[in-house]
């Protein structure tokens, strides 16, 4: 008689068809990327500047990407981001039947972000304003979960904003996996990744946070939508919330473009002389230096 396999708890739970792996990666490296990201900014925001500011948020913010892509890299890619979904398939790095569920994952990895830092932070948020959720003004705490522009910004120069930040983004990302150029070390990709977050907060955050991703700031501001803020998170800023969602999408796609057109496909084939009179100038310049 046989005898059946006794399967362990493992073998019953461990997931066997590879898209629901990377579509879990993507919900739980969102997920760390949110929920770690936006306390750095509930914790300035909430305790009034006395346990944070803007060095700490654009440093937490850039460690949350390094921890999330770090989190879901290996199974996914660790796009954290449907703009960045969307490129990958634009350019033919992934296919496209992928991302729907890549950009769902992102999105619900987000919003559930959001309930478990409100949450973790209800009672000082109950605090913070008499109990009030405000979106703007001194008492505003919708800031912690999306990005808001500053009064003086036109619409035009908001997305101008969220488009060239996330050209830039991508431009860089598409560099750093070019295994035809100087790519990062396997393994250190989080670390480069996040260094560019700081960068890009550092120097282009002032206008509206440089969201530069559709699910970080959508998801958050509905789940404020419906945690009590209202529904006026939408309208707020000229009705920018629509800003980085397009935005991001639409310089994805150029950010992917000047980088393939002005850099990739200018790649000498390994094959040729040329490649390998390049190589040596590069080396002989690496020496002299």
Same mark, same amino acid.
Request: proline share 4%; glycine share 12%; with cysteine.
């Given at each position: 008689?046989?005898?059946?396999?006794?399967?362990?708890?493992?073998?019953?739970?461990?997931?066997?068809?590879?898209?629901?792996? !990377?579509?879990?990666?993507?919900?739980?490296?969102?997920?760390?990327?949110?929920?770690?990201?936006?306390?750095?900014? /509930?914790?300035?925001?909430?305790?009034?500047?006395?346990? *944070?500011?803007?060095?700490?948020?654009?440093? *937490?913010? =850039? &460690?949350?990407?390094?921890?999330?892509?770090?989190?879901?890299?290996?199974?996914? *890619?660790?796009?954290?981001?449907?703009?960045?979904?969307?490129?990958?398939?634009?350019?033919?790095?992934?296919?496209?039947?992928?991302?729907?569920?890549?950009?769902? /994952?992102?999105?619900?990895?987000?919003?559930?972000?959001?309930?478990? &830092?409100?949450?973790?932070?209800?009672?000082?948020?109950? =605090?913070?304003?008499?109990?009030?959720?405000?979106?703007? *003004?001194?008492?505003?705490?919708?800031? @912690?979960?999306?990005?808001?522009?500053?009064?003086?910004?036109?619409?035009?120069?908001?997305?101008?904003?969220?488009?060239?930040?996330?050209?830039?983004?991508? @431009?860089?990302?598409?560099?750093?996996?070019?295994?035809?150029?100087?790519?990062?070390?396997?393994?250190?990709?989080?670390?480069?990744?996040?260094?560019?977050?700081?960068? &890009?907060?550092?120097?282009?955050?002032?206008?509206?946070?440089?969201?530069?991703?559709? /699910?970080?700031?959508? =998801?958050?501001?509905?789940?404020? /939508?419906?945690?009590?803020?209202?529904?006026?998170?939408?309208?707020?800023?000229?009705?920018?919330?629509?800003?980085?969602?397009?935005?991001?999408?639409?310089?994805?796609?150029?950010?992917?473009? @000047?980088?393939?057109?002005?850099?990739?496909?200018?790649?000498?084939?390994?094959?040729?002389?040329?490649?390998?009179?390049?190589? !040596?100038?590069?080396?002989?310049?690496?020496?002299?230096?």
């Amino acid at each position: 008689m046989d005898r059946k396999v006794k399967k362990t708890f493992k073998d019953k739970i461990i997931l066997k068809n590879p898209l629901v792996k !990377e579509t879990v990666a993507e919900f739980l490296g969102t997920f760390m990327m949110v929920f770690l990201g936006c306390g750095s900014v /509930a914790q300035a925001v909430l305790s009034r500047g006395a346990a *944070g500011g803007v060095i700490t948020i654009n440093i *937490g913010f =850039s &460690l949350a990407v390094v921890m999330a892509v770090y989190v879901a890299g290996g199974v996914s *890619g660790g796009h954290i981001n449907p703009a960045v979904s969307f490129a990958m398939c634009l350019y033919g790095r992934m296919k496209w039947y992928k991302f729907p569920f890549y950009m769902a /994952a992102q999105f619900l990895g987000a919003f559930l972000a959001a309930a478990g &830092l409100f949450g973790v932070y209800y009672d000082a948020l109950m =605090s913070f304003a008499g109990g009030k959720l405000i979106i703007t *003004g001194e008492n505003a705490t919708a800031q @912690i979960f999306a990005t808001y522009p500053v009064q003086y910004l036109t619409v035009g120069n908001e997305f101008a904003d969220q488009v060239v930040s996330s050209t830039i983004l991508l @431009i860089v990302v598409f560099a750093i996996f070019d295994e035809k150029n100087w790519r990062v070390p396997k393994g250190l990709e989080p670390i480069v990744i996040g260094l560019l977050i700081l960068l &890009l907060s550092s120097s282009l955050g002032l206008n509206s946070g440089c969201a530069m991703n559709p /699910a970080r700031d959508l =998801s958050p501001r509905l789940f404020t /939508a419906l945690a009590g803020w209202g529904f006026e998170v939408f309208t707020a800023g000229h009705y920018f919330w629509w800003i980085p969602i397009v935005g991001p999408f639409l310089g994805g796609a150029l950010g992917g473009f @000047i980088y393939i057109y002005g850099i990739e496909i200018h790649h000498a084939d390994p094959n040729t002389d040329e490649k390998m009179e390049q190589v !040596e100038e590069k080396h002989e310049l690496s020496v002299i230096m």
